[in-house]
């Protein structure tokens, strides 16, 4: 049975809910055992936050969650930024996200320190700071961004080849020596 080409973000939720708490777990399994931003709560304030959108017409599985990627990117820097100004030199654990961007085999990376690497992404190239928000929030595929972002999958493998190589070389230069 395939999804409706248009519906709305409590049907996009059913179709997408249990992938969406997959991937919100897997992102949140390098933050440490205290954590109060669950894998629920994070795919429950996204949905929150679409769900008051009125009027949009989302095209497809994949421009939904490439949308929930987004929002699920601002939750969990809005969160660990918090959390960061509450800890502030108490020696406050840091919010980390798993990603294969972080060296492979569930590294982790601190949520601040990719969130800025995004920002600073997004003002060399939008596109592939997109492709990075629906691969790693999202876990979009190459031909489920194509299609999210109206692209050709050639389009969206160069974007992510440019994002991985520029954020390869950002965590490179933040690393304490």
Sequence with gaps: ???PTEFSAATGIDLAYGELRRLA????RGENQGRTLEPAVLVNEAYIRMTAWEGVHWRSR?????VAA??????VWTYARRRNALKRGAGGQ?????CELAG???GTIDALL???ALRRLELESQEACRVV???VFGGLTVPEIATAMNQSESTVKRHWVLAKTWLKRYFEATQPA
Excluded: P
């Design 114 to 116: 990719m969130e800025e």
């Design 1 to 3: 049975m395939s999804a």
């Design 62 to 66: 994949s421009h939904f969650i490439g």
């Design 25 to 28: 777990a897997a992102y949140l």
């Design 70 to 75: 987004m929002i699920m990117r601002q939750v």
């Design 104 to 106: 492979g085999n569930g």
């Design 94 to 98: 840091r919010v980390t996200l798993t």
């Design 133 to 135: 928000e629906m691969r």
